[in-house]
């Protein structure tokens, strides 16, 4: 199993990235997906989380309206659209998956403690 995030960089702020997390290894149809960040000094925290289904999906309150995750299963391809960037965004992100079509037992937990496979990360820098 392997999961590939890509698309980070440096931007100034108000300006946006895609992410893209591509996977291989097993059938993205049947896994949620979950994009976390994790930045110098501080946890990793959950940033966005989609069922297999994309019914459920979750969004960190600081990223809630700026950020959009979509999936492409044909593709095997997860995307988080970040827009409106700000300074405190700046992080490297991973993206997971856990072994199963749900992020959580509930749509409104995020939690990198139940992902079971993850990628390496991809830096985001955001200047003021």
């Known amino acids: 199993v392997q999961l590939q995030a890509s698309g980070g960089g440096l931007v100034q702020a108000g300006g946006s990235l895609r992410l893209s997390c591509a996977v291989s290894?097993?059938?993205?149809?049947?896994?949620?997906i979950g994009w976390f960040r994790q930045a110098p000094g501080k946890e990793r925290e959950g940033v966005s989380c989609?069922?297999?289904?994309?019914?459920?999906?979750y969004y960190a309150d600081s990223v809630e309206g700026r950020f959009t995750i979509s999936r492409d299963n044909a593709k095997r391809t997860v995307y988080l659209q970040m827009n409106s960037l700000k300074p405190e965004d700046t992080a490297v992100y991973y993206c997971?998956?856990?072994?199963?079509?749900?992020?959580?037992?509930?749509?409104?937990?995020?939690?990198?403690?139940?992902?079971?496979?993850w990628g390496k990360g991809t830096q985001v820098t955001v200047s003021s």
């Open positions: 997971a998956a856990p072994d199963g079509p749900h992020y959580s037992s509930s749509a409104r937990v995020c939690d990198y403690k139940n992902m079971d496979y």
């Open positions: 290894g097993f059938t993205l149809d049947y896994h949620a």
């Open positions: 989609v069922s297999s289904s994309g019914v459920w999906i």
